[in-house]
């Protein structure tokens, strides 16, 4: 007997990639967006870097009156549209022998019985052993009616095998709301099988954020409020809502975006120094840091938000969000949402976090700006440092991902003059093209069981809890103002910075 | 690309700053210099594959064709900067007395403070890290497979010649196989017994393989030889059953293990480019492949 594990393997062995075991997925919802772009290629770009395991099959289930090879055609069409690696037949046979089709409603208990009858049989026919995971990519509101089905076929359990549940956001439109969808899946499924995807978490970009903080004896000393000013943390779009009103309306800006990326990002770059990297203490410090963040007072002063009227963008002429196709004319769905963060504790007591986002801005772009205090003593003119700023690091997380460092330098030239300039970093386009998009990495991490990625409901919730009065006090104050489209948001934006004799960044 | 002709290595250091300069973007990302040591007739391609892999780590690409050492030296360089990729390549030729001191022309434009790889894309020296220009470098990268003399026994001789920091493409086209293997009996924990590769007759990854799998499993391996293309079964045997992965058209495979019905895996030969790749990702001591090697090294003896 082979008493002491697999002699193939070897910690120190660091080529081998990690394959999954056998085990199928099973998408809800596969006619969406994010089914057709994100999932359906990433598990296309697995196969094909060979980091699914043997026999790995593909079920789709969705109220359509479709066989087998109709899904397939759908897969087949989105792979080739939207994959990332090269299209190759043979990879592609191999994959499309796994791929299944379960017609039916989520209310059918006809269909989900087919389904554990597809699943049974693939394990029967193609070794998935039993393990199954369920991708949810539908509207949180099904959640609920799918999860029961699947407790009530005998999906959600499985003997010597595991079931997976992976969800997307948004995790709730507030506290409540997303403590009781966390009781919907905790009911059936337990903590360490739900995975929620937050897919900025599996940005390179992101963790490089914990390598440069962590791995790095030069940053560190200096990331507290001895010498950082502030933070800026900014998730800038240049699109509209395009054709998502329905979803949008009524959600906006701050849920959508705010709740979940910009607040783990703050996690990442405010938290403490996790004992080591694996899932639980990095959950820890996250929720740590978490805890510690509250909202500066008073919100009329502290927050801001807006709504893109119509206007030119980027060279082109684009309605406001009113004028949008499904949108009410009366809508207060906020398109621009800023807010004040205070991280309470020693390395931050007095840091503010400014954290924006929005749509039709000036140009797509997310980063992490650390602005420096200004050197406390300059022995120059006052006219030799006129355009010197502060020092700042920005991390960019999209596009064009790397490092930035602002400091200041002499003019070359006679005179002493000192201005601000830039040094970049970019990781060649590694970070871009070689290196997996964030869904392989995350599909992979669910199919092995890895959470470190992967946010815990317990920050899902402190994220609702630092978020919820913002979103109390703006339903109380009537509209959001409006800012031309194309422009970097709305005055009263401006407004809340300027309070504090500070601007914002033009990313 | 810009030609310098009868030129020397401080001339192409400028040029390389003068070309960032002139694509407006003076700064430099490049985490390494990776020089090619390459013959006229491969050079095309060589460099190709060697930028492509700096796609994934940015780098300064020193291609050097060692040319006839008869008559006066002449340095001869192609300097440009990528266009769509990071890094940075020069193509040089020597020809003349200079030939006996390549290392001379790269030393002067290694790039400060960091790694330095070398590749030898066909014939490589007897021993790279006693090569002057192997030397200079961390990490030397051999392909025993493209050598084109003393084809059968090239392998062996790296393999005795190993020492930190050498390294050989015929092991990192192992990877796919070996992470295939691995994760075979992770999911079969079946007690092996004996086991067998097969592939084509000159195959040094094949017998990489053997070498690996003996020195982990401490059981008999077999070698056996097929039409190929490379390597196209390996069998890992246990009293009752048996582990199977088969290919032979060098794309797709088909797994064969207890108790579960035979499936097909992607299993494509690689290229060039995502093998440097691969090798560029870390530079320090491979200790799996120092085994395998020193364990090769003790089965022939």
């Not at chain 2, 094949?206 to 982990?216: G, I, K, P, Q, S």
């Amino acid at each position: 007997m082979i008493v002491a594990g697999n002699p193939l393997r070897d910690p120190r062995d660091r080529r081998l990639p990690r394959i999954a075991g056998p085990c199928s997925m099973v998408i809800f919802g596969v006619t969406g967006d994010l089914s057709r772009k994100k999932v359906m290629p990433a598990v296309y770009d697995l196969a094909n870097r060979g980091l699914l395991p043997p026999g790995f099959s593909l079920v789709g289930f969705a109220r359509r009156d479709w066989a087998d090879q109709d899904f397939a055609q759908i897969v087949h069409d989105s792979v080739k549209e939207h994959a990332r690696t090269e299209f190759r037949q043979e990879v592609w046979e191999q994959l499309s022998e796994g791929f299944r089709f379960v017609a039916g409603d989520f209310d059918d208990d006809v269909a989900f019985d087919t389904l554990r009858r597809t699943l049974e049989q693939l394990d029967q026919e193609r070794g998935t052993g039993g393990n199954h995971a369920f991708y949810l990519a539908i509207p949180p509101g099904l959640f609920a009616p799918v999860i029961a089905q699947l407790k009530e076929h005998g999906l959600a359990e499985g003997e010597d095998s595991w079931r997976r549940v992976v969800v997307e956001k948004p995790f709730g439109h507030d506290l409540d709301s997303a403590r009781e969808l966390n009781d919907v899946l905790g009911q059936v499924f337990t903590s360490g099988s739900v995975f929620r995807i937050d897919h900025y978490l599996g940005k390179e970009t992101v963790q490089n954020i914990l390598a440069m903080r962590f791995a790095n004896t030069m940053f560190e000393p200096l990331w507290n409020a001895n010498y950082v000013d502030h933070v800026q943390i900014t998730m800038a779009e240049d699109i509209g809502i395009g054709g998502r009103a329905g979803y949008y309306d009524g959600i906006g800006a701050a849920r959508d975006v705010i709740q979940n990326h910009l607040m783990q990002l703050l996690a990442l770059v405010a938290m403490e120094e996790p004992p080591s990297f694996d899932a639980e203490s990095l959950r820890l410090e996250k929720e740590k840091v978490l805890s510690s963040a509250v909202l500066a007072k008073p919100l009329s002063r502290s927050t801001a938000r807006g709504q893109y009227d119509a206007g030119w963008a980027g060279g082109e002429k684009v309605e406001g969000f009113l004028a949008e196709d499904g949108i009410k004319p009366t809508s207060t769905t906020e398109t621009y949402a800023a807010i004040t963060v205070l991280v309470e504790n020693r390395r931050w007591a007095g840091v503010p976090f400014y954290l924006r986002t929005g749509k039709r801005l000036g140009r797509r772009v997310t980063e992490v700006a650390v602005v420096f205090k200004r050197a406390p003593h300059l022995p120059f003119s006052e006219l030799a440092t006129e355009e010197l700023t502060q020092n700042a690091l920005v991390v960019r997380v999209q596009p064009d991902e790397g490092l930035t460092l602002r400091f200041g330098s002499k003019v070359p030239g006679t005179a002493m003059e000192i201005r601000d300039v830039s040094m970049d970093f970019a990781y060649g386009g590694s970070f871009t093209e070689s290196s997996p998009e964030a869904y392989e990495r995350l599909i992979l991490d669910v199919l092995l069981g890895d959470p470190p990625l992967f946010p815990r409901h317990e920050e899902v919730e402190l994220s609702w809890q630092i978020l919820d009065p913002v979103l109390a006090h703006w339903a109380s104050r009537g509209k959001p103002e409006p800012y031309e489209s194309g422009t970097w948001g709305p005055k009263s934006a401006d407004d809340m910075l300027a309070r504090h004799g500070r601007t914002w960044r033009r990313p | 690309m810009i030609e310098l002709t009868n030129t020397t290595s401080a001339e192409i250091a400028a040029e390389f700053v003068r070309a960032r300069t002139r694509s407006g973007s003076p700064a430099m990302g490049m985490v390494l210099t990776v020089i090619v040591a390459v013959r006229e007739d491969d050079a095309t391609e060589a460099m190709a594959a060697a930028q492509a892999a700096s796609r994934e780590h940015p780098a300064r690409v020193l291609g050097l064709i060692v040319g006839d050492g008869r008559g006066t030296s002449q340095v001869d360089a192609q300097v440009g900067i990528g266009s769509g990729w990071g890094g940075e390549t020069a193509l040089i030729r020597l020809r003349g007395e200079v030939v006996k001191h390549a290392e001379s022309v790269v030393l002067p434009l290694l790039l400060p403070d960091s790694p330095v790889a070398i590749w030898w894309p066909t014939d490589h020296p007897a021993d790279p890290a006693a090569d002057p220009l192997g030397r200079l470098a961390q990490r030397r990268i051999t392909d025993s497979a493209a050598t084109t003399r003393r084809r059968t026994t090239a392998l062996e001789r790296q393999c005795a010649a190993y020492v930190r920091g050498n390294t050989d493409l015929a092991w990192t086209r192992l990877t796919p196989w070996r992470a295939l293997l691995a994760a075979a009996l992770d999911q079969h924990p079946i007690k092996v017994v004996a086991a067998s590769v097969t592939g084509e007759r000159i195959s040094p990854s094949a017998d990489l393989l053997v070498a690996w799998l003996n020195h982990r499993l401490r059981v008999p391996v077999t070698r056996h030889t097929s039409a190929g293309p490379g390597l196209t079964e390996v069998v890992l045997q246990s009293r009752e059953e048996e582990i199977r992965i088969c290919r032979t058209d060098g794309k797709l495979a088909t797994l064969h293990t207890p108790g579960a019905p035979d499936r097909p895996m992607a299993l494509a030969r690689r290229g060039v480019p995502a093998l440097l790749a691969e090798e560029l990702r870390r530079l320090d001591e491979d200790d799996i492949y120092a085994e395998t090697a020193r364990h090769l090294v003790r089965m022939r003896s």
